[in-house]
T-cell receptor, first 114, second 113 residues
Framework: AQSVAQPEDQVNVAEGNPLTVKCTYS??????LFWYVQYPNRGLQFLLK??????LVKGSYGFEAEFNKSQTSFHLKKPSALVSDSALYFC????????????FGKGTHLIIQP | GAGVSQTPSNKVTEKGKYVELRCDPI?????LYWYRQSLGQGPEFLIY????????DSGLPNDRFFAVRPEGSVSTLKIQRTERGDSAMYLC???????????FGPGTRLTVL
């Protein structure tokens, strides 16, 4: 069975500072890893994914994430936070090449303070 | 282009009633997924379709839940004899192929009184 852990329920960052939202995973075989963002009363929006190749992947709105196989992590990062980045962020995993649904973490509330 | 759409956006029903939730995937997407998201939790996988067939329904919680996709496009999630514990946001997603990125609809918020 696969699983995702997002150890922080909430992350607070001052506007303009770098941000990191943590994610670790467990899956058999090679993972496909995803980050989604959810704004209030909105559906999940895709940010970025890691399938293969370069461990650093870049996505929408200036976000990036680093795949670390030895630590089974896929932390989301952004060099300079914006107030508009405040939202609920979900990390998700599926078995590489598998026809599975995604397994999501519980989500992390990101709050950017002006 | 048009994204995934779901109707209704909100559904309030009474315990014991039958409900249907509809999902229109992105045109051309062969894979369609249903998830359920309870308050404060991440989405949980329910079922996925490849074309018209339910390829994996291992996430359906019990036999009160059923889903169809008769023509390989629109899907309907059906819940019989609803219970208060079924109250949640029901999300639909589609992808071009099963290994591709899943794009989510806005969801249907189901409330069972």
């Amino acid at each position: 069975a696969q699983s995702v852990a997002q150890p922080e329920d909430q992350v607070n960052v001052a506007e303009g500072n770098p941000l990191t939202v943590k994610c670790t995973y467990s899956v058999s075989g090679n993972p496909y890893l995803f980050w989604y963002v959810q704004y209030p009363n909105r559906g999940l929006q895709f940010l970025l994914k890691y399938i293969t190749g370069d461990n650093l992947v870049k996505g929408s709105y200036g976000f990036e994430a680093e795949f670390n196989k030895s630590q089974t992590s896929f932390h989301l990062k952004k060099p300079s936070a914006l107030v508009s980045d405040s939202a609920l962020y979900f990390c998700a995993v599926k078995r590489g090449g598998g026809a599975d649904g995604l397994t999501f973490g519980k989500g992390t509330h990101l709050i950017i303070q002006p | 282009g048009a994204g995934v759409s779901q109707t209704p956006s909100n559904k309030v029903t009474e315990k014991g009633k039958y409900v249907e939730l509809r999902c229109d995937p992105i045109s051309g997407h062969t894979a369609l997924y249903w998830y359920r998201q309870s308050l404060g939790q991440g989405p949980e996988f329910l079922i996925y379709f490849q074309g018209t067939g339910a390829a994996d329904d291992s996430g359906l919680p019990n036999d009160r839940f059923f889903a169809v996709r008769p023509e390989g496009s629109v899907s309907t999630l059906k819940i019989q004899r609803t219970e208060r514990g079924d109250s949640a946001m029901y999300l639909c997603a589609s992808s071009l192929q099963v290994t591709d990125t899943q794009y989510f609809g806005p969801g249907t918020r189901l409330t069972v009184l």
